[in-house]
């Protein structure tokens, strides 16, 4: 038998959903073995793989959160594109099946699939539909200003340590905030179109926003819940009735909440022309290091093939939150009165699909977007903590972002 290793980052719900996956693989042909390790949060996967990499240790799959793929594009040699290594290994293998909204993030600009979409997500609204009936709301509030009202009275009413908060911080307030108004986060169409990009985050929408949430900071109508996505606890465990989170969280509320709950859109600013435009992807994708046996790779596109099969696809999607990644997925789940019965997932495709994608909402690419993230945080963090204005804040992002993205771009030139 031939091993094969994937490291990943999923944890709680995702995490049974993995090792489920390996086993079901493993049980159903004799030739590989599918060997899911858990290597911490997504950015912890990502350094380890890059180590492991430099060390001659990589694994055969590597998951990827998608602020990592400009950093995997860039890693001439460390990986075999997925294209490729189908081809190679005679796979039946159709990228028109896949959803074109996924498969552009992780595709070339000619259309090669460079990664496979294993686990795709849009950040929703988690609400605690308890807690709004108790404020005298039966919905979801639906603008910025509808929420900020919501969990000033929530926070005074039985939630005094957090009306409202988000995980992944700069995904939820610049990012997603960005496409879902349609107004920039950086030129070039994100970074899209070329690493020759500039950052555009600090224009008057996103300085408005964070200003806003600074000002909900001082009385905890909004409380930050950390960079990334460990302060999800803080919504299933009943402390923060509102929580813009992860669709890949579904498998954990329906776990653990125990009050009624629902997922909503993502709030937008009333008065902002074209809002709500559409959400972005998050969530990850499969990478496959280079330098392995052909052998190796042709185990590694048997599970492929396996991952893509459809009723397998559609369990996924309906048991953890993340996005069918083929059509014939969505419609078998669509047909199944799925969404009927389980509205919560229908709204991060919605998100999506809300209108047709523009320069401002086709999604991100971004040199070193992981280090990126964490200067933003930072600046975000002393605008919360009242340390900065929330325009010197982004001001100081953008700066500090620009030259991440210009060292990015002499690393590749290299
Ligand atoms: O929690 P996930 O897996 O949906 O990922 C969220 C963000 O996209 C990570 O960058």
Not at 51 to 74: L, N
Not at 98 to 106: E, Q, S, V
Not at 199 to 221: S, Y
Request: hydrophobic residues 40%; proline residues 6%.
């Amino acid at each position: 038998v031939t091993e094969l290793q994937w490291w990943h980052a999923m944890t709680g719900a995702n995490n049974d959903a993995v090792n489920r996956l390996a086993e079901e693989f493993n049980a159903s042909q004799p030739d590989y073995k599918i060997v899911p390790a858990y290597k911490g949060n997504y950015g912890e996967t990502l350094n380890a793989g890059i180590a492991a990499f430099r060390a001659g240790t990589a694994p055969h799959i590597m998951q990827v959160f998608e602020v990592g793929t400009a950093t995997m594009m860039a890693a001439k040699g460390a990986v075999k594109p997925v294209y490729q290594l189908m081809k190679d290994a005679g796979e039946p293998f159709d990228p028109k099946a896949y959803l074109p909204a996924i498969t552009g993030y992780y595709s070339t600009s000619s259309g090669d699939m460079l990664s496979f979409p294993f686990n795709s997500s849009s950040m929703v609204m988690w609400v605690n539909k308890d807690a709004l009936k108790t404020i005298g709301l039966d919905e979801a509030p639906k603008t910025w200003p509808e929420v900020f009202e919501a969990a000033k009275k929530l926070r005074a009413n039985g939630f005094p340590n957090c009306g409202f908060s988000n995980t992944w911080v700069s995904w939820a307030h610049l990012e997603q905030l960005s496409a879902w108004h349609n107004v920039p986060l950086a030129t070039r169409a994100n970074g899209l179109d070329g690493f020759d990009t500039t950052l555009e985050l600090n224009g008057p929408l996103q300085v408005k926003h964070l200003a806003n949430l600074a000002e909900a900071q001082k009385d905890k109508t909004f409380d930050y819940s950390g960079r990334y996505d460990n302060g999800f606890g803080r919504f299933t465990a009943g402390e923060c009735p509102i929580m813009l989170g992860s669709s890949g969280s579904y498998g954990n509320v329906r776990g653990s909440a125990k009050f009624a709950w629902a997922s909503a859109p993502l709030p937008y600013y009333p008065d902002a022309p074209g809002a709500p435009q559409n959400s972005i992807i998050g969530g990850a994708s499969l990478w496959v290091m280079g330098g392995k046996k052909p052998d190796e790779y042709k185990g590694v596109a048997k599970f492929f093939a396996f991952l893509s099969d459809t009723d397998r696809q559609a369990k996924l999607h309906q048991t953890t939150g993340y996005m069918p990644i083929t059509k014939a997925a969505y419609e078998k789940t669509k047909a199944e009165g799925f969404y009927e019965k389980n509205p919560a997932l229908e709204v991060p495709v919605k998100e999506l699909t809300n209108k047709p994608p523009t320069e401002n909402s086709r999604g991100l690419r971004l040199g070193n977007m992981p280090q990126m993230r964490d200067v933003w945080a930072e600046e975000i963090e002393a605008a919360l903590a009242g340390k900065k204005t929330a325009k010197q804040a982004l001001d100081e992002a953008a700066t500090r972002g620009n030259a991440i993205l210009r060292q990015f771009e002499r690393q590749v030139a290299k």
